[in-house]
């Protein structure tokens, strides 16, 4: 069974940097765009980053650009995400998702386009 885990989150000061990773087993997702999302309390889930298949192409929601950066290293089944310069509104959880299918340019930006999701890690940025 497909299984994606996501770690990396914890309790950080604004400015302060982490890195989320995302493991997928169960099947090979180096055909699959991958995508990072957040959720914060009270607010629906968006969008944050998305890299395709063949990390030919990343796309970025505009209040992550220049600040975060998503890679993927196929050969681990592993997606990243690198957070800097955070802020405290990035409070949230983070989730990531796989979506099969598309070129290899792939990136997909809405979350009922992803098959897949990890359950979560929450990442807190104080003040």
């Known amino acids: 069974q497909a299984q994606l885990v996501e770690s990396g989150g914890g309790l950080v000061q604004a400015g302060d940097s982490l890195r989320l990773s995302c493991a997928a087993s169960?099947?090979?997702?180096?055909?699959?765009?991958m995508g990072w999302f957040r959720q914060a309390p009270g607010k629906e889930r968006e969008f944050v980053a998305t890299?395709?298949?063949?990390?030919?192409?990343?796309y970025y929601a505009d209040s992550v650009k220049g600040r975060f950066t998503i890679s993927r290293d196929n050969a681990k089944n592993t997606v990243y995400l690198q957070m800097n310069s955070l802020k405290p509104e990035d409070t949230a959880v983070y989730y990531c998702?796989?979506?099969?299918?598309?070129?290899?340019?792939?990136?997909?930006?809405?979350?009922?386009?992803?098959?897949?999701w990890g359950q979560g890690t929450q990442v807190t940025v104080s003040s």
């Open positions: 890299i395709s298949w063949s990390s030919g192409h990343t």
């Open positions: 998702a796989a979506d099969i299918g598309g070129s290899a340019y792939y990136t997909p930006v809405r979350p009922i386009e992803y098959e897949y």
């Open positions: 169960g099947r090979t997702f180096s055909s699959y765009a």
